[in-house]
């Protein structure tokens, strides 16, 4: 039979015809939307980002994912010394949750072509987020392409238990070969009695009670630095003292290309920084950490510099902009995929 068809053998295009066709292409997206529905695949939930890597100069740079959870704040973690309202007002103006944040945790790898230097190790087995929801930092190594046996030099900002829970793993050396650096002023303060005087159920307590588990016992393997100290050719120490006694921030300089790595300057990319005046739930010296806060994002600010924030939300890679009496962070886009 033939497949040609003349006009005059089509049915006409009559208005009823129109309509009727009309309606059957209104109702296939229905049909197509129920056959979808039955045939839809179970939720299979969020699939967090484990790393994000790029270039600094000659170096290439690894934040890494140590925890993922929501907690209750950021009030009174950040502007403990503000009413409640304040700070969730800041939130609602921001289009964040009033009471609720996932704040970041995000250990910083370093390449410099020769050596691998690890800045901070997250939460471990018992730090602020213990597994199953933190202490993921040797998975997102793995991840990332990297072993522990790799690392060179771990260097920690600060010895809060998020930043030196991961230095062991049952009981021994998660980085076997590493060596350590940790600001002098910051080792002596863990390793004196005074921190023990805290209440029991203090952050300074627990964090002193770590510390002699933790780190104390790797010192012969511990080199200390002072503000403005050389970790590596490229990378220094920069003082930011408040949140704890020995607070360090980090330059990391390679080919002109620049990148400040400022711990705990920041627990809130929002509130943080919109309010660097407000005080931290978790600083031991509330006036020193204001005085850190206020310095570092003017620095940052000023020198237009990309940023490590630890506890930003992940990659926690930035920068930082002066917004009214405070400042804002930008993320990262594409800055630095060049």
């Not at 930043?163 to 650096?181: E, M, N, Q, S």
């Amino acid at each position: 039979m033939s497949q040609t068809f003349s006009r005059s053998a089509r049915a006409p295009l009559t208005r009823r015809r129109a309509l009727l066709l009309a309606g059957a292409a209104v109702a296939a997206p229905a049909i197509l939307r129920g056959s979808l529905a039955e045939a839809a695949a179970p939720a299979l939930g969020a699939s967090p980002q484990s790393f994000q890597r790029f270039k600094l100069g000659a170096f290439e740079v690894t934040s890494l994912l140590d925890a993922s959870a929501m907690i209750d704040g950021p009030w009174p973690i950040v502007g403990e010394d503000r009413p409640a309202g304040e700070v969730e007002q800041l939130m609602q103006a921001n289009l964040l949750p009033e009471k609720r944040f996932r704040p970041g945790f995000s250990p910083l790898l370093v390449n410099t072509g020769s050596e691998l230097i690890l800045f901070d190790t997250g939460n471990g087995a018992e730090g602020f987020v213990p597994p199953p929801a933190g202490g993921w930092l040797a998975k997102s190594l793995a991840t990332a392409g990297y072993a522990p046996e790799q690392i060179d030099v771990v260097v920690l900002t600060h010895c809060h238990p998020d930043h030196i829970g991961g230095l062991l793993t049952d009981g021994k050396p998660t980085f076997p070969k590493a060596r350590y650096v940790v600001g002098a002023k910051e080792f002596d303060f863990w390793k004196s009695d005074a921190p023990l005087g805290a209440p029991k159920e203090s952050n300074e307590y627990r964090t002193a009670v770590m510390f002699r588990s933790y780190l104390q016992p790797l010192a012969d393997r511990a080199r200390f630095v002072d503000p403005d100290g050389e970790v590596a050719a490229g990378i220094r120490a920069v003082e930011a003292y408040g949140h704890t006694p020995g607070h360090l921030a980090f330059h990391i300089e390679s080919e002109g290309k620049r990148l400040l790595a400022w711990g705990d300057c920041a627990h809130h990319e929002v509130a943080s920084l919109a309010h660097p005046e407000w005080h931290a739930l978790f600083d031991q010296d509330k006036a020193g950490g204001v005085a850190a806060r206020k310095k570092i994002y003017d620095m940052a600010a000023t020198d237009r510099v990309a940023v490590a924030g630890y506890h930003t939300s992940f990659p926690s890679i930035g920068y930082v902009e002066r917004r009214g009496d405070g400042y804002r962070w930008l993320p990262v886009t594409y800055q630095l995929d060049f």
